[in-house]
């Protein structure tokens, strides 16, 4: 697997004195097998020049898949651009997190409309086929490509590449569940103590390279949380936990020059080595490449029967969810309805405990928000009694708990009470809608099996 990077500056290009080192392109890279298969992870405005180089060097016809974390403009600027999709004789397949609300043809034509750009989406000369992804695992070609929800203020997902035993992680546009916390008794250990954390490292898991967000430091972070970024220590304890061999820092911050971005890699590397890890760091610069050796290979073949098998939740058709709102403060109910109207679920709300269960049991909400301090039965007793109905959808039901307690131990009291997962205030609404979509597409993808 050969990976290149060519673009990896997060949220808005930045060309210029400071940034030639690093690069000042977004979010782009290119993953090539052995057998040649063509992936290439997001198309910021690093794609412009990629595609120029696939024009320039490819046999045609040409064919590539384009893997989508999410529509946030600083991944897909350069889609208009990549000059491949207005060429004939070449066929792209793109992969975005989708499945509820907009569909991903939609939101890329929303880019190409007459007021933003000369040519619309139609026009591509290429061929082109989009599939809306949920969390899950599929074949591209030789590539074994698996899925997961990040923790962003948009649906985004993160992707692991495996080919011939060498894996690839690209996990951009993330932050912690829960803070980021250490171990009390060893500072130098990482405790995800929210379980979404712990899967994010295992999705990690012993990876030959993972590309990670490295937006923020921990002293910048506090001011940003919400915002969907890593503080660049999580993401080195989070591959040192996994086990990783290396760790390239990208979507550096717009305001980070070069000299920065050396003094923080110098302190990653120092971090890492205080751990007693091998893990080799670098933040990835524009034009670099990385190889990664396949040992064994895999026929690359046409996929087509398995790109159909995708875990596509059917588009909009996940049929209506209903969300159960439990919060005694009027103003919180009020902010999450308004955080999900729109989204086309039908919202039910609750002031109490005991009033949360009668109506969960009445009405069977697919998901419920769940606040920890209530009057009468508090989060965690609800959480409970809800994990020992007999109705199973009820026993099942994803409940995030929602609460100002950020101590360990009480996300640990959350988790143990059956919650599934744990928000802590004050939340963005946009992270509500993010996570609240993630656990319904979780769930329907799981009740309708995988393989649709
Ligand atoms: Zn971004
Ligand atoms: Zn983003």
């Excluded at 969907?228 to 061999?245: Q, T």
């Excluded at 080595?273 to 064994?296: C, K, T, Y």
């Amino acid at each position: 697997m050969r990976i290149r990077f060519w673009g990896t500056r997060g949220s808005l290009p930045k060309p210029g004195r400071t940034t030639l080192r690093y690069g000042g392109n977004t979010s782009c890279v290119e993953v090539r097998t052995a057998a040649g298969t063509l992936i290439v992870l997001d198309c910021g405005t690093g794609a412009h020049e990629l595609g120029q180089a696939l024009l320039e060097t490819e046999r045609h016809p040409l064919r590539g898949h384009l893997l989508i974390s999410h529509t946030h403009w600083d991944h897909i600027q350069g889609f208009p651009f990549f000059a491949p999709l207005f060429t004939r004789d070449t066929e792209w397949d793109i992969y975005a997190p989708g499945g509820l609300g907009k569909r991903l043809e939609e939101i890329l034509a929303g880019q190409m409309e007459y007021t933003y750009f000369p040519v619309t989406l139609e026009q591509l000369d290429a061929t082109v086929r989009y599939h809306d992804l949920v969390e899950g695992a599929f074949e591209i070609e030789d590539v074994h490509v698996a899925a997961r929800f990040l923790n962003h203020p948009a649906l985004t997902l993160g992707y692991r590449l495996e080919v011939g035993g060498a894996s690839l992680v690209y996990a951009v546009d993330h932050e912690p569940h829960a803070g980021h916390h250490t171990d009390a008794g060893d500072p130098d250990r990482v405790r995800p103590v929210h379980q979404e954390d712990q899967r994010h490292i295992e999705f990690l898991g012993g990876a030959d390279l993972v590309i990670h967000d490295a937006t923020y430091t921990l002293d910048e972070y506090p001011k940003r949380v919400g915002w969907g970024h890593s503080p660049v220590e999580y993401a080195v304890d989070v591959a040192v936990a996994a086990r990783a061999r290396r760790l390239a820092l990208f979507h550096h911050a717009p305001l980070r020059d070069d000299d920065a971005v050396d003094r923080l890699l110098a302190e990653c590397r120092a971090r890492a080595a205080a751990r007693g890890s091998s893990l080799e760091i670098f933040a990835a610069a524009e034009g670099q490449v990385v190889e990664l050796p396949e040992r064994g290979r895999r026929d690359a073949g046409r996929s087509d029967d398995t790109a159909r098998r995708l875990m596509v939740a059917g588009g909009t058709g996940l049929g209506l969810k209903t969300v159960l709102i439990v919060d005694d403060a009027p103003d919180i109910v009020t902010l999450l309805m308004r955080a999900l109207d729109g989204e086309g679920f039908r919202l039910l709300s609750a002031e109490d405990g005991e009033s949360a269960l009668q109506i969960a049991r009445a009405e069977r909400p697919d998901l419920i928000l769940l606040d920890w301090i209530l009057p009468g039965r508090d989060g965690l007793e609800v959480c409970r009694a809800l994990r020992a109905e007999s109705d199973p959808k009820l026993r099942d039901v994803p409940v995030v708990l929602i609460t100002a307690q950020t101590e360990p131990e009480h996300i640990a009291a959350g988790f143990a009470a059956g919650a599934t997962d744990y928000l802590t205030k004050p939340f963005r609404v946009a992270h509500v809608r993010s996570r609240v979509r993630g656990w319904l597409l979780r769930t329907s993808a799981t009740a309708d099996g995988a393989d649709r």
